[in-house]
Nanobody, 125 residues
Framework: QVQLVESGGGSVQAGGSLKLSCAAS????????MGWFRQAPGKDHEGVAA???????LYADSVRGRFTISKDNADNPLYLEMNNLKPDDTAMYFC???????????????????WGRGTQVTVSS
């Protein structure tokens, strides 16, 4: 069982930046694919970014060029750096992990079997 805990959310003005972190309950990043999703009120989960054990990264068109997913060997293995934030980026952001890596499913929620509880990001205009 993998437990994921997100942190780093908050409120910023449009054009600002935030960096989200995801801490895993055990050493995971070498054997799982990990991703970030978001859910705005009244909308479905949207895949934002994903990263494989070999550091292949995938991004949603809506965030490409503004968001960067990364991981390291320290206590918080997954990050999402968000720049030039827009009001449309307002959502609850979730970290997810999967032991069944498939690049065709890394930006869809059905591709993941472990989820964090989320951290809120609010962008004001």
């Amino acid at each position: 069982q993998v437990q994921l805990v997100e942190s780093g959310g908050g409120s910023v003005q449009a054009g600002g930046s935030l960096k989200l972190s995801c801490a895993a309950s055990r050493y995971t990043y070498n054997s799982v694919c990990m991703g970030w999703f978001r859910q705005a009120p009244g909308k479905d989960h949207e895949g934002v970014a994903a990263i494989t054990p070999l550091d292949l990264t995938l991004y949603a068109d809506s965030v490409r060029g503004r968001f960067t997913i990364s991981k390291d060997n320290a206590d918080n293995p997954l990050y999402l750096e968000m720049n030039n934030l827009k009001p449309d980026d307002t959502a609850m952001y979730f970290c997810a992990a999967t032991t069944r890596c498939s690049t065709s499913r890394l930006l869809v929620p059905e591709g993941y079997n472990y989820w964090g509880r989320g951290t809120q990001v609010t962008v004001s205009s």
